[in-house]
């Protein structure tokens, strides 16, 4: 059998994608979800879920070319988010509730403060930031429910996860954070993950009403830090990542 091969262990007791059950979750999708979801995702050859994990066999698109254009992903989530309004944790209750792991989510985020705190090219601004967040991770996290109403969401809709067809057609990947959630935080992750400052704008209007972003930009601002910890001081990710936390900040001080 010919595709991408995805297999996923178990996860560890009580991990996030453990809490989260991930990996089981992506199968599910690509059994329940996929065959209607009115957006292009790879197809499915083989899905099995073991003792021993799960396996996918999806369609290769490693000749598509990674990413998208932002506006056209912006509108290509909004598609999604406006078909399922209101239906999806209706017809999948076993699809991620809003706030799911928060406490996890939390405690990561307080153990990686002191790492924050301590790189020399995190602007103050956004150290202050992160410094306001310690002990809040669960609270805005929760803060996301009142965001609109509930849809199919992405859950990790960043450039990384979206390739584009030579004929320019967009197929969206990786869906192991598919969620139930208001449909502005995969535009809020979709911004902060991947869209230059100079775009946001343009980016959130081809999306469509987005009169709560600033709502859930906290709960994605965490997100944003603890990947930015990930980089390497002084590195182009880390200042792409700084660019990026900075028009979030600044769109919440607004």
Request: net charge negative.
């Amino acid at each position: 059998m010919h595709g991408f091969v995805k297999r996923r262990g178990v996860p560890e007791p009580g991990s996030i994608p453990e809490v989260l059950d991930m990996f089981r979750a992506e199968v599910r999708f690509y059994r329940e979800i996929a065959p209607v979801v009115g957006v292009r995702v790879p197809a499915c050859l083989h899905s099995e879920i073991a003792a021993e994990g799960t396996t996918l066999v999806l369609e290769d698109l490693s000749s598509w070319q990674p990413g998208a254009d932002p506006i056209a992903h912006a509108q290509l989530l909004s598609h999604m988010h406006q078909h399922w309004a209101g239906q999806a944790p209706l017809r999948w209750p076993w699809l991620r509730p809003v706030g799911a792991a928060a406490d996890l989510v939390g405690d990561l985020f307080d153990r990686t403060m002191p790492t924050l705190a301590a790189r020399p090219d995190l602007p103050a601004n956004l150290r202050s930031l992160a410094g306001r967040l310690v002990g809040r991770v669960p609270m805005v996290e929760q803060d996301i429910a009142s965001a609109g109403p509930l849809t199919l969401v992405h859950g990790d809709a960043s450039a990384h996860n979206v390739r584009t067809s030579p004929n320019g057609e967009l197929a969206l990947l990786d869906w192991e954070d598919v969620s139930a959630a208001p449909g502005v935080i995969d535009l809020a992750w979709l911004l902060l993950s991947s869209v230059d400052p100079s775009q946001w704008a343009a980016v959130t209007a081809a999306y469509g009403p987005a009169e709560h972003l600033t709502t859930v930009l906290p709960a994605v601002v965490v997100q944003g830090l603890l990947s930015f910890a990930d980089t390497a001081e002084g590195s182009a990710e880390a200042q792409a990542w700084i660019g990026r936390l900075n028009a979030a900040e600044h769109w919440l001080a607004a």
